[in-house]
């Protein structure tokens, strides 16, 4: 990158101090202009090799910056609100999840029973035992997921009382 020389000017001066007319940059510069009124002519923003900062630049970026941080704050309250809505969610669901449990403990328990039944009755060697447990233990979770996601959805805190009253009586858990 080429070197480039800066000024930096900040003056109290009521007239241009940096004319155009006066001076002509023979290599690429910058000009940071931080008086009221400016010190440096607004003539050499059209120069290639000249960059042009004052009072009036620095607003822009000032403003652009703001309209970025603007619109970060409402996509960050979106992402909010639909994090908060998950959450809500989740929270909400979460509350059936001991009879979720019990239903899935209850499985545990018919699925063992029932293995121990076939077994001593068939006299299965252990990877037949092991195939056996899986079957009965996929059949019972088939048997159950449309019902777990019945309560899973269970739109209120009465229904939700409800349905778990419901599965306690049916199983008995």
């Known amino acids: 990158m080429a070197e480039c ?4 000017s900040a003056t109290r001066s009521p007239h241009l101090v940096v004319r ?4 002509c940059p023979a290599r690429k510069m910058g000009f940071l202009d931080l008086a009221a009124p400016r010190d440096v002519d607004m003539a050499f923003a059209e120069e290639e090799q000249v960059t042009l ?8 970026i000032v403003e652009e ?6 619109r970060l704050v409402e996509e960050s309250m979106v992402l909010i ?3 908060v809505e998950e959450t809500e969610e989740w929270v909400f669901q979460s509350r059936m999840d001991d009879t979720i449990e019990s239903l899935q403990q209850q499985c545990k328990v018919i699925v063992e029973d029932s293995f121990a ?3 001593r009755r068939m006299e299965l060697k252990p990877r037949e035992q092991k195939m056996l447990r899986k079957v009965l233990n996929a059949s019972l979770q ?3 997921r449309e019902p777990i996601q019945q ?13 778990r009253e419901a599965v306690r009586r049916l199983f008995q858990i």
């Open 142 to 144: 088939r048997m159950l």
């Open 65 to 70: 910056n703001w309209r970025e941080r603007e």
């Open 20 to 23: 155009r007319e006066e001076f």
């Open 81 to 83: 609100e639909q994090g």
């Open 5 to 8: 020389e800066i000024v930096v």
């Open 117 to 119: 039944y076939l077994n």
């Open 151 to 163: 309560i899973k959805r269970s739109g209120t805190k009465e229904e939700q009382e409800e349905v």
């Open 53 to 60: 900062i004052n009072l009036d630049t620095l607003q822009e």
